[in-house]
């Protein structure tokens, strides 16, 4: 697609248990980010991509959030044990690679909403 | 953590006026952006202002930026209803390979008929 896709677009899930949420970036662009936003907050970083490897997972709150990207394209946000703090909009970004003139900026998903009950 | 700080955090005003919003930040930046977000949306970028540049225009939209004063602003021009959304600043960090956008809280602006 054209831009950057997110799915599930909703999940709500019960305290304790696993999530796992998608993001299909857009074709070509080699760095991917996750952030996280609650209500009336700006979003929060969790880690970034180049790449198949972790470049920076500085924001990732603890050791129940894992995120994947194997082959460098799509990638996952994995939660374990989830609990109601987790609840927030989940954000995906992408960025072209450095030789881009609009290497700067991300492109962002519209997001996973996730409610833990 | 957030490095920016927007202000205000919220601001009304009539169509046809201007709009102003500020940013102020802590470490040193490779460059500085302008987000929008309307209600339930993802981010969408507005403006690219480098750590080297004092002044960018697109469109409506004017960026400011003082590194000495870590600061910048944003004017949309003859707002519109539409632009009515939130607005966010995020910093780039300079030095090194990473390349990590922080973003501030941001100000939600109305722009009412």
């Known amino acids: 697609g054209a831009g950057v896709s997110q799915t599930p677009s909703n999940k709500v899930t019960e305290k304790g248990k696993y999530v796992e949420l998608r993001c299909d970036p857009i074709s070509g662009h080699t760095a991917l980010y996750w952030y996280r936003q609650s209500l009336g907050q700006g979003p929060e970083f969790l880690i970034y991509f180049q790449g198949t490897g972790a470049a920076d997972d500085s924001g990732l709150p603890n050791d129940r959030f894992f995120a994947v990207r194997p082959e460098g394209s799509v990638s996952t946000l994995k939660i374990q044990r989830t609990e109601r703090g987790d609840s927030a909009v989940y954000l995906c970004a992408s960025r072209p690679s450095g030789g881009s003139t609009r290497a700067g900026e991300l492109f962002f998903g519209e997001g996973s909403r996730l409610t833990v009950l | 953590s957030q490095q920016g700080e927007e202000d205000p955090q919220a601001l009304s005003i009539q169509e046809g006026e201007n709009a102003t919003m500020n940013c102020s930040y802590k470490?040193?930046?490779?460059?500085l952006q302008w987000y929008r977000q309307n209600s339930g949306r993802g981010l969408v970028h507005l403006i690219l202002?480098?750590?080297?540049?004092r002044e960018k225009h697109s469109g409506r939209l004017r960026v400011t930026l003082d590194t000495s004063k870590k600061s910048s602003s944003l004017l949309i021009t003859a707002s519109r209803a539409a632009d009515t959304a939130s607005y966010f600043c995020a910093t780039a960090n300079s030095g090194g390979s990473n390349y990590k956008l922080t973003f501030g809280k941001g100000t939600l602006l109305t722009v009412n008929p």
């Open positions: 470490t040193s930046i490779n460059n």
């Open positions: 202002i480098r750590s080297n540049e």
